[in-house]
C-alpha cells in the first residue's frame, strides 16, 4: 500500500450514546436484606455493527451483567454502549477488525460506568467490571469462524 493511500485512512469517533439501558432487582425489597453479601456476578458480552450510510457505522457493546446471592438473581443490568464511526479509506477486513475490536475496546469504559452507575441507584454495591482484551477476543472469534468453516467443508 503507498504511503498516500495510508494517509487517505480515517478512523473518528463521531458520537457516543447509551443506546438501550435497563436494570431489573426481581427480588427487592428482600435482596437488602442479606445478611452477607457474596455476590456472584456473571458478564456477557456481544456487539453488533452495521454501516449507516457513506463512511459512517454504527457500533453497539451489549453487556449483561447478572449478579446472584445464594441461587437468587439479585439484578440484572443491560447496556447497549454505541458510537457513530467514520471509517474511511479501509479494506473490508480492515474495517471489521476496527469495528469489531477497536470500537468495542473504546466503548466498554462507557458501558462499565453506566453499569456502575445503574447498580448504585438501584441501591446495591457499584459493580466495577474489569478491564476486557476486545483485540483477543475478536481474533479467537475469527479463528472459531475459520475452524467452523472448515468443519464444514469437510463434512461435505
Not at 6 to 26: G, H, M, R, T, W
Not at 103 to 111: R, V
Amino acid at each position: 500500500m503507498s504511503e498516500k493511500q495510508e494517509n487517505n485512512k480515517q478512523f473518528a469517533i463521531q458520537k457516543l450514546y447509551v443506546k438501550d439501558a435497563s436494570f431489573e432487582s426481581p427480588a427487592s425489597p428482600g435482596s437488602f436484606s442479606f445478611s452477607k453479601w457474596d455476590p456472584k456476578i456473571d458478564l456477557n458480552l456481544s456487539n453488533t455493527q452495521k454501516h449507516v450510510d457513506g463512511d459512517i457505522y454504527e457500533a453497539v457493546l451489549c453487556v449483561t451483567v447478572t449478579v446472584n446471592h445464594n441461587e437468587t438473581t439479585v439484578f440484572l443490568v443491560e447496556v447497549h454502549q454505541a458510537a457513530l464511526v467514520t471509517l474511511s479509506g479501509f479494506d473490508e477486513d480492515e474495517k471489521k477488525y476496527l469495528l469489531g475490536s477497536q470500537c468495542m475496546t473504546i466503548l466498554f469504559p462507557y458501558a462499565r460506568e453506566v453499569i456502575s452507575d445503574l447498580s448504585t441507584r438501584g441501591g446495591f454495591p457499584p459493580v466495577i467490571l474489569s478491564p476486557v482484551n476486545f483485540d483477543a477476543l475478536y481474533h479467537q472469534h475469527i479463528q472459531q469462524k475459520q475452524a467452523d468453516k472448515e468443519e464444514a467443508e469437510v463434512a461435505h
